[in-house]
């Protein structure tokens, strides 16, 4: 009786371990498991050499704060002065980080201004934070 429980066990402990090398094994592969970065191949100059791009993703939003190391991007300039609707998890929600963007830019921002940003990296969190490339001021 006892080696027909072990040979149970140790059967459902393969199929699990084998369901989930199958479920990991059907994923994109990369470093965060980021969907909105992505590379693909571009073909350069007149030869076949082809080099790795990085896309960035962008939203537009309006700041709602500012710290030393990442912004707060809000979709409604209503929620830049209203700290309940800030609070709230409203999609379009995103903290940047600002360690890899011009600190000329960055300089230049103030809390309530239109702005578009780019930038890749994503963690999911609530709000979702992500690595910001390039930001423009809009209004």
């Known amino acids: 009786m006892y080696k027909v429980k072990n040979s149970i066990a ?4 393969t199929a699990v371990l084998s369901a989930c090398y199958n479920n990991q094994a059907d994923q994109p ?3 965060d498991g980021d969907s909105a970065q992505q590379e693909k191949p571009v073909a ?3 030869g076949s050499e082809k080099k790795a791009v990085t ?3 962008e939203t537009t939003g309006y700041i709602a704060s500012i710290s030393p190391d990442r912004i707060f991007i809000v979709p409604a300039l209503e929620q830049v002065n209203n700290q309940e609707l800030r609070e709230k998890e ?7 980080r600002t360690r890899d963007m ?6 230049n921002l103030e809390v309530g201004q239109k702005v578009k940003v780019s930038y890749k990296g994503v963690m999911y969190s609530s709000p979702p934070q992500a690595y ?3 930001i423009e001021i809009l209004k």
Do not use: P
């Open 10 to 13: 140790v059967l459902l402990l």
């Open 29 to 31: 592969s990369g470093d």
């Open 44 to 46: 350069e100059g007149e």
């Open 55 to 57: 896309e960035f993703a």
């Open 90 to 96: 409203i999609k379009g929600q995103i903290f940047i």
């Open 102 to 107: 011009d600190e000329r830019e960055i300089s």
């Open 132 to 134: 910001g490339h390039e």
